[in-house]
């Protein structure tokens, strides 16, 4: 099985948890969500590329409204099909994507990049991970906040805007200094956007509300992705795992979110099952 990080390094994206155990005392405080359910297209890896056509109907299927992608070059599209294709595929569906993570290292990949998100009508043009040797001191940080400022105003100025996906290394220390911290207090707050992937705080000993509360109205999206009560190693259904989403999505409002995206890394059980089961659980449950 492909696993994400190598995937990531193959597409040129790379240039012990604890849940907390949040009240959800007045988590209907923040109201009903208005939201719709979206997929990363990632957690489906192992089948786009057989039959991209077939399992974007089985995502539409699943009760998904939104999808995020990811994986695109210039040379083959999104697994096989131009930019222009693969937007038309989602529209018979009654799919929109809001973002898309993307290798944006060099410059013909940013532009290429810009390119595709225009055509699917994205928003957001969305980092999905920073190479280990890019991040080994406190003076790449430093340099890693500088090269997002700049390509977010490169983003503004195609109408685009730039968001940063995490995992668990930027919370971690370099030189006594943590990344996620300086990428939130160094980034302009009205250009760079993040997406939290909850599992990954959650999985860094981290408390998300607390970097909401911190850092409001930054966190533009999120991946809503469950962990397993057995083995914080492996993700389950959402809903079925050791996260506590209502008490973190009663702050969505202080938080910002705009976009609510399931994704699965791993899965015990059909995925196709799988992500029915997830995006039933945001609709009937999260977002009522």
């Known amino acids: 099985m492909t696993t994400r990080r190598t995937f990531l390094a193959q597409a040129g994206l790379l240039g012990a948890g604890l849940a907390f155990g949040l009240s959800s005392k007045n988590v209907l405080a ?18 786009l590329p057989k039959d991209v056509k077939g399992v974007i109907a089985k995502v539409a299927a699943a009760g998904y409204k939104q999808v995020e992608t990811y994986g695109y070059s210039k040379k083959n599209g999104f697994w096989g099909l131009s930019a222009q294709e693969f937007k038309a595929l989602l529209t018979k569906h009654g799919l929109t994507s809001p973002s898309g993570h993307y290798a944006l290292d060099a410059e013909a990949d940013q ?51 730039l968001a940063y996906h995490n995992h668990d290394f930027e919370f971690k220390t370099v030189d006594g200094v943590m990344l996620y911290e300086e990428l939130l207090k160094g980034t302009n707050p009205s250009m760079v956007h993040f997406e939290m992937d909850i599992y990954w705080v959650v999985r860094s000993n981290q408390d998300p509300v607390a970097w909401i509360n911190k850092y409001p109205g930054r966190f533009t999206m999120v991946h809503v992705k469950d962990m397993d009560k057995a083995n914080p190693e492996l993700n389950t259904e ?7 989403f209502k008490s973190i999505f009663a702050k969505s409002k202080t938080a910002g979110i705009k976009y609510y995206i399931v994704e699965q890394e791993n899965f015990s059980i059909d995925p196709y099952e799988s992500i029915t089961e997830s995006s039933k659980y945001l609709r009937t449950v999260l977002f009522a």
């Open 111 to 161: 532009d290429a990049a810009i390119e595709a998100a225009k055509i699917l009508g994205q928003e957001y043009l969305t980092m999905a991970y920073i190479d280990e040797k890019k991040r080994k001191t406190a003076a790449d940080i430093k340099n890693i906040v500088a090269e997002l400022n700049k390509l977010a105003d490169k983003a503004k100025k195609h109408g685009l805007k």
């Open 238 to 244: 959402v809903g079925k795992g050791s996260i506590n």
């Open 30 to 47: 923040a109201g009903k969500i208005n939201a719709k359910a979206g997929l990363q297209l990632y957690s489906l890896r192992e089948e």
